[in-house]
């Protein structure tokens, strides 16, 4: 099956910088998500996101289909975004989503 | 605006006993997904439903089966629990295959 791989797997940032995480995928999708769990467990839909690039506020996201991979980045962070962010893709010919392992993300006062 | 509702928030159940998770998907989303996340794992995909249809299965154990009605609020039986089975229970609908997901809140099931 397809293989999704998340890097950093955890990130450390203080207030007010910027990072970029990344997502590999291993075969064609049909689409790819990007969601936040914040601490609570609560996953939240981010950016739904085949190709392309979208930003909404300070996040944004860029996925290069053809060279697989897409990219989420994150400015001037804050402390509540802390949590995991997960890219799950669905890949071609199946009514399933697959997520990586995640990237945990601290962000420091 | 409405969104996904499961049912129970948390449930405790001791081993080999039975329990059944409720999600009432966000309406006009004819899609609906199971997925289990243990702890510090990633969430792992059980089965989907398109239309009331089964559309496909993950690493669902045979002990859990699950169905979607016609009001489209599918249900998650688990059967013979197991200590393993204790995880957060994540139903997501979308409207149309392939478009951004909608997650519930999660059921916490604690199995002793």
């Known amino acids: 099956g397809i293989q999704v791989e998340q890097s950093p797997p955890d990130l450390i940032l203080q207030e007010g910088a910027n990072s970029t995480l990344r997502c590999n995928f291993s075969d064609s999708v049909n689409n790819l998500q990007w969601f936040h769990q914040n601490p609570w467990g609560q996953l939240i839909n981010l950016f739904y996101?085949?190709?392309g690039t979208k930003q909404n506020g300070r996040l944004s996201a860029t996925t290069v289909a053809t060279e697989r991979y897409s990219l989420l980045y994150i400015s001037s962070s804050q402390t509540t975004d802390s949590g995991v962010y997960f890219c799950a893709v669905e890949s071609t010919g199946g009514f399933k989503t697959i997520f990586g392992a995640g990237t945990r993300l601290f962000v420091k006062a | 605006a409405a969104g996904v509702i499961q049912s129970p928030r948390h449930l405790i159940k001791e081993k080999r006993e039975t329990a059944t998770l409720k999600c009432y998907p966000i309406p006009r989303h004819d899609t609906v997904y199971w997925y289990q996340q243990g702890p510090g794992q990633d969430p792992q995909f059980l089965i989907s439903f398109y239309e009331k249809m089964q559309s496909d299965k993950g690493s669902i154990p045979d002990r859990f089966s699950a169905q979607q009605f016609s009001d489209y609020h599918s249900e998650l039986n688990m059967s013979s629990l197991e200590l393993g089975d204790s995880a957060l229970y994540f139903c997501?609908?979308?409207?149309?295959?392939?478009?951004?997901?909608?997650f519930g809140s999660g059921t916490r099931l604690t199995v002793v």
């Open positions: 997501a609908s979308s409207r149309t295959r392939g478009r951004g997901y909608t």
């Open positions: 996101i085949p190709s």
